[in-house]
C-alpha cells in the first residue's frame, strides 16, 4: 500500500504517544519549511545593527510592518513640510491679512498648507495653489521637498521589488520530500530523499548538502550542538525534474552501525539543504529542510514519477512524497557488508576419493581392436634377364609375392 506523507508543522504536534503516555518532544533546530528555530536575546546593541543595515532590516520585516512604515514616511514628510509652509504663511501675515501679496497662493490656514505639501510632492497640480516669487525661503523648501520625495520613492521602490524578489520566496517552489528513505542501491544500504523544482523555469544548477545535528545537554546546563557532514553521491544536480539525493551508507558514516532498532532509539537531525541559481534573475537561493529519526523510514522506496511520452517528459508531482514497501534488511550497513562477504567468499569443501580416470572407464571389446596391416607387393616386369638364383632364394621370393594378414593374438597386444 502506498503513503502519503504530509508536511510536519513543529508548532502542531508537540507530544508524541509512546506506550509509556505522553512524552515530550524536542524542537527542531531547523523547521520543515526550512526556518531556523533559533532566538536571540541580549543581543549587543541590537537596534543600533538593525539601524546600521537599514535595507536589510526593512527587506527581512513582515509586509504589515512594512506598510505601516511606508505610509508613515509619506505622511510624516508631508505634514513636516506642511508645517514649514504654515509658518511661512504665519511670518508673512498671510493668514490674517488677505490683501497683501502672499508667498503661496490660496493657503491661508494649517490645512492649506498641508494640502500644497500633499500636491507639491505628489505633483498633483490641481491649479488654483502655487508658488509665487515674494519669498524664496518658500522656493527652498519647496526645492527641499521635492528633492525628499525622490528619495522617498526610490527608497520604498527598491524595498518592495527587493521584498517581492527575496530568496525565500523562491525557495517555497523548490521542495523537499516529507520523509527520507533507507533501501538498498547497487547492492549498499543508501539513504535518500527527493527534491523537486515547482516552477517551468528551472533553475541554472544546485549543490545538494547534508549534516547531522546533534544536540546534548549536560547536568550543568551546558548544551553541545555537533554537525557532522554527510558524502553525497553527485552533488552538482541540474534540477530540471525531481532527483533523488543518495548518500552511501558505508565505513565512516553516521549510519554504518545503525540498524532499525538503532534508528529508532537515535536523537539527532538530519538537516538537508540546496543551494541553486535561479535562470530568471540570476539570484542564489537555498532551501533547506529537517528530518528526525521518525520521519526515516526504513525499507522503503520512492515511487517513480517520470514517463516518457512522444514529445514531453511527464512529471506527476501527486508520486513526489509516496514510497513503496521494498525487501531491505533490518541489520547495519556494517553487519550486512559483513554477512554479504562471507557469503561470497569459496567455502572449502572436504576432500573427494579419487575417481579413476576417464581412460581407465573405459570397457575392453576385442572387436574395437586396431585390424592387422595389411601387406602387398606388386610383380614389377623388367627387361633385364633375370640372375640366376639358387633353389633356397627363389622358395624364398616366392614367399613374398603372397599377400598374408599379420595376425595379432591378444597376449601379444
Not at 278 to 300: A, C, F, K, N, V
Request: aromatic share 10%.
Amino acid at each position: 500500500m502506498h503513503k502519503q506523507y504530509t508536511s510536519v508543522n513543529s508548532a502542531d504536534d508537540m507530544n508524541v504517544k509512546t506506550e509509556k503516555g505522553t512524552q515530550p518532544i524536542k524542537y527542531r533546530y531547523i523547521r520543515k519549511e526550512g526556518s531556523s528555530n533559533v532566538m536571540f536575546r541580549h543581543v549587543p546593541e541590537e537596534w543600533m545593527l538593525f539601524m546600521t543595515d537599514i535595507f536589510t532590516t526593512l527587506v527581512e520585516i513582515r509586509w504589515r510592518v512594512m506598510f505601516l512604515i511606508f505610509a508613515l514616511s509619506y505622511i510624516l514628510s508631508w505634514l513636516f513640510f506642511g508645517i514649514l509652509f504654515w509658518v511661512i504663511a504665519l511670518a508673512h501675515n498671510d493668514i490674517k491679512d488677505h490683501t497683501n501679496e502672499p508667498c503661496m497662493y490660496e493657503v491661508r490656514s494649517f490645512t492649506a498648507a498641508f494640502l500644497f505639501s500633499l500636491e507639491t510632492q505628489t505633483t498633483i497640480g490641481y491649479g488654483f495653489r502655487g508658488m509665487t516669487e515674494n519669498c524664496m525661503i518658500a522656493i527652498i523648501i519647496v526645492t527641499v521637498q521635492d528633492v525628499m520625495s525622490c528619495f522617498i520613492d526610490t527608497f520604498v521602490i527598491g524595498i518592495v521589488v527587493a521584498k517581492m524578489a527575496s530568496a525565500r520566496k523562491r525557495a517555497q517552489t523548490v521542495g523537499f520530500s516529507n520523509c527520507a528513505v533507507i533501501n538498498l542501491h547497487d547492492g549498499n544500504l543508501c539513504l535518500s530523499w527527493r527534491v523537486g523544482d515547482f516552477r517551468r523555469h528551472h533553475l541554472v544548477e544546485g549543490t545538494a548538502q547534508a549534516q547531522i545535528v546533534r544536540s546534548t545537554v549536560h547536568a550543568t546546563g551546558k548544551m553541545d550542538v555537533t554537525y557532522e557532514d554527510l558524502v553525497i553521491q553527485q552533488r552538482d544536480i541540474v534540477l530540471v525534474t525531481p532527483t533523488t539525493i543518495i548518500h552511501k551508507i558505508e565505513a565512516g558514516s553516521p549510519f554504518y552501525k545503525m540498524s532499525l532498532a538503532d534508528l529508532r532509539k537515535a536523537d539527532f537531525e538530519l538537516v538537508v539543504s540546496f543551494t541553486y541559481t535561479d535562470d530568471s534573475t540570476g539570484m542564489l537561493h537555498q532551501t533547506r529542510t529537517s528530518y528526525t529519526p521518525i520521519e526515516i523510514l526504513w525499507g522503503e522506496l520512492f515511487q517513480e514519477m517520470i514517463r516518457i511520452s512522444r514529445r514531453h517528459y511527464r512529471v506527476d508531482y501527486t508520486l513526489f512524497n509516496q514510497t513503496a514497501k521494498v525487501l531491505v534488511p533490518m541489520v547495519s550497513a556494517e553487519e550486512y557488508e559483513h554477512k554479504k562477504q562471507l557469503r561470497l567468499s569459496p567455502r572449502h569443501s572436504p576432500r573427494a576419493s579419487p575417481r579413476p580416470s576417464p581412460r581407465s572407464q573405459v570397457k575392453y571389446h576385442p572387436d574395437k581392436l586396431l585390424k592387422p596391416p595389411m601387406v602387398t607387393v606388386e610383380h614389377v616386369n623388367d627387361s633385364r634377364p633375370e640372375p640366376a638364383v639358387s633353389p633356397s632364394q627363389a622358395e624364398y621370393q616366392h614367399r613374398e609375392t603372397l599377400t598374408v594378414p599379420n595376425q595379432l593374438t591378444s597376449e601379444e597386444i
